[in-house]
């Protein structure tokens, strides 16, 4: 299975999981008198829209290079990931205002039963935080993993909800509006995993430098390639799911300007056979002097 469809899959994952959890989240805090698990269940609802951004992001930016678009079109990866931390921003707002507006308005205890059906979202959300996270590693797809991320910041608001019902539950009358604090609390958590999210996307759209790794490795294969004496610039720069590289080789000053560009086609070929999350390789001959 290509990259490009185990991104497609674990989006659609995402979706279905959302719109399960959603409606779960929304009925249990309703009939259970939990302003926590209402807010998480919006939560909730902004992740599927975000879902589904990120789903038409993936399949736009891994359409094929054209004319007006010679790079491909990998770039419209860190704006969905911009939008999905908007949604984001916009959840954590919500949040924050539902939940002071709870805490001014005096409401019952929340269900005990409310607690069961949190620790099993916690548990749920940590597991598709996993495999989404899982999939935007093997992919290499910032979207993905900002998608991750939202189903981390899910189960960090509904751990919130928990504590908070717990807390207003074992001391009774008096702590009705420890969840809407809990609650509260998971907004500027969420807002602070924004960041973090919004802050590699930003690098990646503005081409900086992020990719040591992938560079040594680079240079490493690099001198496999007969002919290549040593290698100088290496630039990496991300596009969608796949890597551009510029980079420049050294070889035998002696030898004919065929050889050099023979040289250069075998080392791009070489590259691209070996890390296939290469999309192309620019590569410019230094004589060795």
């Known amino acids: 299975m290509s990259a490009e469809d185990k991104a497609i899959k674990a989006t659609y994952f995402s979706i279905v999981g959302n719109s399960f959890l959603a409606l779960l989240k929304g009925f249990t805090g ?46 419209a990866e860190p704006l969905i990931t911009f939008l999905v931390v908007g949604f984001l921003i916009i959840s954590a707002i919500i949040i924050a205002y539902t939940s002071i507006q709870n805490i001014r ?20 959300k940590e597991v598709f935080y996993r495999i989404v996270k899982k999939k935007g590693q093997e992919t290499n797809s910032s979207s993905l993993k900002a998608d991750a991320w939202h189903h981390r910041s899910d189960a960090i ?33 969420i807002l602070y995993n924004s960041y973090l999210i919004f802050r590699p996307a930003l690098g990646e759209i503005m081409d900086e430098h992020l990719y040591d790794n992938l560079v040594e490795e680079i240079r490493k294969e690099s001198k496999n390639v007969e002919g290549v004496v040593d290698t100088e610039k290496c630039y990496v720069r991300k596009t969608g799911m796949k890597y551009h590289v510029d980079l420049h080789v050294i070889v035998d000053a002696k030898i004919t300007v065929s050889e050099g560009h023979s040289i250069a086609h075998a080392l791009k070929d070489y590259l691209r056979s070996k890390m296939p999350q290469i999309a192309d390789v620019l590569v410019h001959v230094e004589p060795n002097e």
Do not use: M, Q
Request: hydrophobic content about 45%.
């Open 30 to 75: 309703y009939f259970g008198n939990s302003y926590a698990l209402i807010a998480d269940a919006i939560e909730s609802t902004s992740d599927i829209f975000s879902s589904i951004i990120v789903l038409f992001g993936i399949k736009y930016s891994t359409r094929p290079k054209d004319k007006n678009h010679p790079y491909g079109h990998g770039r």
């Open 157 to 189: 608001t509904s751990l919130a909800a928990f504590i908070g019902i717990s807390i207003a539950l074992y001391f009774g009358k008096g702590y009705e509006t420890a969840d809407d604090w809990a609650a509260l609390l998971a907004s500027g958590i």
């Open 105 to 124: 308005t005096p409401h019952e205890l929340p269900k005990p039963y409310t607690l069961i059906v949190l620790g099993l979202i916690i548990i749920i």
